[in-house]
């Protein structure tokens, strides 16, 4: 069967330090890769997306950046963190081409002081 | 640009009742999806219902269906004999391809 595992789960960081959280997927080969951030009293916003190795796809200008560097593992960094990084980071994946029902990770909450 | 609206940002129903939440999404795509997450306290997100745009029927799960209205772009979801273990923050979405575009959120509260 398939497993999400996200990690760190918990995270707190000074504004100006770097960032990064994993996410890697069992059970399955060429998912789609989706990471999602979710502010507080606020909905899920869709920051990157990846549909294979080295391809990512970005939805909002902002101060992060995804990677891809292998089949079922996404990566969210910063160089830098602002205050407003503040958040919720969802990381899920859906079974590729065609396929449409996103399976989430557990998340990991980041608090930028 | 694809959009999804909940317009509820908190409801209350009391257990046993029914409770119908609001959703309305925009989107030149012809064929699409639309699903229902639940979010409860512990934040792990959980389908609870998808609709097929091209399929005139609406989605049933147990005790959850939704009205869909594709002409109008709307898409709510009903909760029968509602129970405690129903509150959380419930999402819409909306799957054009490759990515699923969230609402805000409704919270929905259950009282015995």
């Known amino acids: 069967s398939q497993t999400i595992h996200q990690w760190p789960a918990t995270l707190v960081q000074p504004v100006g330090s770097p960032l990064s959280l994993e996410c890697t997927v069992e059970g399955t080969s060429n998912p789609n890769l989706y990471w999602y951030r979710q502010a507080a009293g606020r909905g899920l916003q869709l920051l990157f997306y990846?549909?294979?190795?080295?391809?990512i796809s970005s939805e909002v200008p902002q101060n992060l950046s995804a990677s891809r560097p292998q089949d079922r593992q996404f990566i969210l960094s910063s160089k830098k963190l602002l205050l407003s990084d503040s958040g919720f980071y969802l990381c899920?994946?859906?079974?590729?081409?065609?396929?449409?029902?996103?399976?989430f990770g557990a998340g990991s909450r980041l608090t930028v002081l | 640009a694809q959009t999804v609206t909940q317009s509820q940002p908190e409801m209350s129903v009391q257990e046993a009742e029914t409770v119908t939440l609001s959703c309305t999404y925009d989107?030149?795509?012809?064929?699409?999806?639309l699903f229902w997450y639940k979010q409860p306290p512990s934040r792990q997100m959980i389908l609870v219902i998808r609709q097929e745009a091209y399929k005139q029927q609406n989605a049933t799960e147990n005790r959850f269906s939704v009205n869909f209205q594709k002409a109008a772009k709307s898409f709510s979801l009903k909760i029968s004999d509602s129970q405690l273990g129903d509150a959380a923050m419930y999402f819409c979405?909306?799957?054009?391809?490759?990515?699923?575009?969230f609402g805000t959120g409704t919270r929905l509260q259950v009282f015995p």
């Open positions: 989107t030149s795509e012809s064929d699409y999806y």
């Open positions: 990846s549909v294979g190795i080295g391809q």
């Open positions: 979405a909306h799957y054009p391809p490759d990515k699923l575009i």
């Open positions: 899920a994946w859906s079974s590729g081409a065609g396929a449409n029902v996103l399976t």
